[in-house]
């Protein structure tokens, strides 16, 4: 019996996000592949993190592409539902509704894969009647129960929960790290702002001030900051000989960096899941990071880490200090970290969770 067909609409990197990659991920899941017919349609807009939201020609030439191999793929193909991570705020809401439009006019099925928020914060009347066209009675994932309010206003059909996941990296990691004779702090985001890089560098500052000795390395591409401006800033606050600025590392390079780190710090400021949080916890890193989205249920506050507020650097520097000086509950907090992760946040219970929506949607066609 030949299967139904199931098309995804998948944005992939470039830029490379949280986002696109676990995009790549649905992409490429041998899962996904074995259990189902799959058809995909790849977009990519910008070619960096500071492409995004600009407007250019190329853009929009990909754009009417796209949108073109969409319109006739459903008129050629019979699909069961589509599978698309749609952008839930401005322009590329926008921009991504046309599509939705075109598979509405063919009656597709939609299965909507929410990896931003701000639905919930949108108070234009024609966005909102909008944000009901789009989602009214199409499925949803999200990330965590944590992020349903988000679209409760706006939607009225079914809800799937699937955190994400990450793959295990094998055979590396370290139990004697937390012997580190020196404190070794990371920030990896890019280089935005809303990722709270400034009070980040802030909590560092109190730190030095207060003659705790630490090594930190922030690591990602540039963003709205730039290498040159962080350099002049690390330098302004008398950091340029704790802070290093590595740039943006993958691969093996990366694993080096968390083999090396005690602590992370992600102290972000607009954010729905950080798949940093599961990077550093498969590595036994406690966690320093803000209460944010879905950040509060995989950081369990005094187990796995520390919770903080928005914008308190102080806060930040804080808890630092309580994990510079005792090795010990660094070594608790890390293993209690992997032990979660492994539980909950690999690539392969992602997988299967995946699978279980999949198949969920198909049953009711």
């Known amino acids: 019996m030949a299967k139904d067909k199931i098309l995804l609409l998948i944005k992939i990197p470039p830029p490379v996000t949280g986002a696109t990659l676990m995009n790549t991920r649905v992409r490429d899941s041998e899962l996904l592949k074995q259990s189902f017919n799959i058809d995909i349609i790849q977009m990519s807009y910008a070619s960096s993190i500071n492409d995004l939201g600009s407007y250019r020609l190329m853009k929009f030439v990909k754009y009417i592409k796209y949108s073109s191999n969409l319109f006739f793929k459903v008129l050629f193909n019979r699909y069961a539902f589509a599978y698309f991570q749609i952008s839930p705020l401005g322009i590329s809401f926008l921009r991504d509704c046309f599509l939705v439009s075109i598979l509405k006019l063919f009656n597709v099925k939609i299965l909507y894969h929410l990896k931003g928020k701000g639905i919930s914060k949108q108070n234009n009347y024609l966005f909102k009647k909008l944000y009901r066209y789009i989602f009214n009675y199409e499925s949803v994932i999200i990330l965590s129960e944590l992020l349903k309010y988000d679209i409760e206003d706006v939607h009225k059909g079914q809800v799937f929960i699937v955190p994400n996941g990450i793959p295990v990296c094998k055979n590396n990691y370290r139990k004697n790290k937390y012997a580190n004779e020196s404190l070794n702090l990371l920030f990896l985001s890019n280089l935005l702002e809303s990722k709270?890089?400034?009070?980040?560098?802030?909590?560092?500052?109190?730190?030095?001030?207060?003659?705790?000795?630490?090594?930190?390395?922030?690591?990602?591409?540039?963003?709205?900051?730039?290498?040159?401006?962080?350099?002049?800033?690390?330098?302004?606050?008398?950091?340029?000989?704790?802070?290093?600025?590595?740039?943006?590392?993958?691969?093996?390079?990366?694993?080096?960096?968390?083999?090396?780190?005690?602590?992370?710090?992600?102290?972000?400021?607009?954010?729905?899941?950080?798949?940093?949080?599961?990077?550093?916890?498969?590595?036994?890193?406690?966690?320093?990071?803000?209460?944010?989205?879905?950040?509060?249920?995989?950081?369990?506050?005094?187990?796995?880490?520390?919770?903080?507020?928005?914008?308190?650097?102080?806060?930040?520097?804080?808890?630092?200090?309580?994990?510079?000086?005792?090795?010990?509950?660094?070594?608790?907090?890390?293993?209690?970290?992997?032990?979660?992760?492994?539980?909950?946040?690999?690539?392969?219970?992602?997988?299967?969770?995946?699978?279980?929506?999949?198949?969920?949607?198909?049953?009711?066609?």
Not at 242 to 262: Q, S, V
Not at 265 to 270: H, M, N, S
Not at 315 to 332: W, Y
Not at 344 to 350: M, P
């Open 196 to 365: 709270g890089l400034f009070d980040f560098i802030d909590a560092m500052k109190i730190l030095n001030n207060k003659g705790i000795v630490f090594n930190a390395v922030i690591v990602g591409a540039e963003g709205d900051i730039s290498e040159k401006e962080l350099e002049k800033i690390l330098i302004e606050n008398s950091l340029q000989d704790r802070i290093k600025y590595l740039g943006p590392k993958f691969g093996e390079d990366k694993i080096k960096i968390y083999e090396a780190t005690d602590i992370l710090v992600f102290p972000t400021l607009e954010d729905i899941w950080g798949n940093v949080n599961l990077e550093a916890m498969q590595f036994g890193i406690p966690i320093i990071a803000t209460r944010e989205g879905a950040i509060p249920e995989i950081i369990d506050d005094k187990i796995t880490g520390f919770l903080v507020d928005k914008n308190q650097p102080d806060q930040i520097a804080d808890k630092v200090e309580i994990l510079s000086i005792d090795a010990e509950l660094r070594k608790k907090m890390g293993e209690a970290g992997r032990k979660k992760f492994l539980e909950k946040y690999t690539f392969e219970i992602f997988e299967e969770n995946m699978k279980r929506v999949f198949e969920t949607i198909l049953s009711k066609n």
